[in-house]
């Protein structure tokens, strides 16, 4: 009996956790605000090396997946980031998924008009609109190492909002390095497939997970 209850309360815990995007620093999304234009040197991305990953959960799991990127840049003076932005290609989505059974399938359905509708949006932007140094007696951040906080209008599809989140940025010997991990309303983007609650385990989260990975150097 004992047994049995115990596999009971392992199959709840591990049911209630894929129910959940995965825990990090939230995005809230407002109105788009004026880009900056940061002064100082030019780094070019570098496109092999800078990807955009994204988890969405549903109650009986979750999907992985990455996009790259087509273009961006920073800028930097006197060893800080001034500003960025990059290109998103929406069509270079890729499932990353342990299981690549449906992973097409799935492939397809997320570039359809239900998710990204990439033949009409082949591409996303990032535009970096306020940037400040990390202060964790102001803000707590779930990011390990966090060292600034990034603003910036987020477009996709036709719509742009504006999204702060901590990011952990590293500039030596002419590269920039930065990553950030958090979680935005794929909803507030007119994405609301699947959103309803009254669809069981066809449900999927309208919260979905972000992991930046940048690279850039000087030219």
């Known amino acids: ?81 001034t500003g960025g932005n990059f290109v998103i290609n929406i069509n270079s989505l890729k499932i990353t998924d342990k299981d690549t059974n449906g992973a097409a399938m799935l492939t397809g359905h997320l570039l ?9 949006y082949a591409t996303a932007r990032f535009e970096i609109t306020a940037l400040e140094l990390y202060d964790s007696t102001k803000q707590k951040s779930l990011l390990e190492g966090a060292t600034h ?10 719509s742009t909002k504006n999204i702060s989140f901590p990011a952990k940025v590293a500039i030596n010997e002419g590269v920039v390095n930065a990553q950030a991990d958090f979680n935005i309303d794929r909803t507030q983007w007119g994405m609301f497939y699947g959103n309803d609650q009254s669809l069981g385990d066809k449900f999927i989260r309208p919260e979905v997970n972000i992991k930046l990975n940048i690279a850039a150097s000087k030219q």
Not at 112 to 120: G, I, L, Q, R, V
């Open 1 to 81: 009996m004992k047994k049995n209850f115990m596999i009971l309360g392992a199959a709840v815990l591990l049911f209630s956790a894929c129910t959940n995007a995965p825990e990090a620093d939230k995005a809230e999304a407002t109105d788009a605000q004026q880009v900056i234009i940061g002064s100082g040197e030019a780094y070019k991305l570098d496109l092999a090396a800078s990807t955009v990953g994204f988890i969405g959960t549903k109650p009986v799991g979750q999907h992985n997946g990455v996009f790259t990127l087509n273009e961006g840049s920073v800028t930097v003076n006197e060893g800080q980031l």
């Open 112 to 120: 359809s008009p239900d998710f990204f509708d990439a033949a009409k």
């Open 149 to 158: 906080l990034i603003s910036g209008n987020l477009m996709l599809k036709d």
